[in-house]
Nanobody, 117 residues
């Protein structure tokens, strides 16, 4: 069973920055697509950013130019650097690991990010 461990959420003022981390021990990390999703109150979970093992990235339009996803395959860890945060970025952020070939689609428990105006 894949376990993902997020950290780094918290309260920040608008315009500030946070960095989320997600450790994924026990998987062949580089073979998984790692992603960050978020779910605001009353809304559906949405993709924020993802990165393949070879470094190809994908971002939601709402975060392009502000958020950066990165991964350290030697530490089995994926990061989400969030800059210029806005109140509308407030949500629970979830780490995700996918490897379709063997049916992996794992989620972390989530970490709350609150951006005050």
């Amino acid at each position: 069973q894949v376990q993902l461990e997020e950290s780094g959420g918290g309260l920040v003022q608008a315009g500030g920055s946070l960095r989320l981390s997600c450790a994924a021990p026990g998987i062949i990390f580089r073979r998984n697509v790692m992603g960050w999703y978020r779910q605001a109150t009353g809304k559906q979970r949405e993709l924020v950013a993802s990165m393949t093992g070879d470094g190809t990235t994908n971002y939601a339009d709402s975060v392009k130019g502000r958020f950066t996803i990165s991964r350290d395959n030697t530490k089995n860890t994926v990061y989400l650097q969030m800059n210029s945060l806005k109140p509308e970025d407030t949500a629970v952020y979830y780490c995700n690991a996918q490897r379709a070939a063997i049916g992996i689609n794992a989620w972390g428990k989530g970490t709350l990010v609150t951006v005050s105006s």
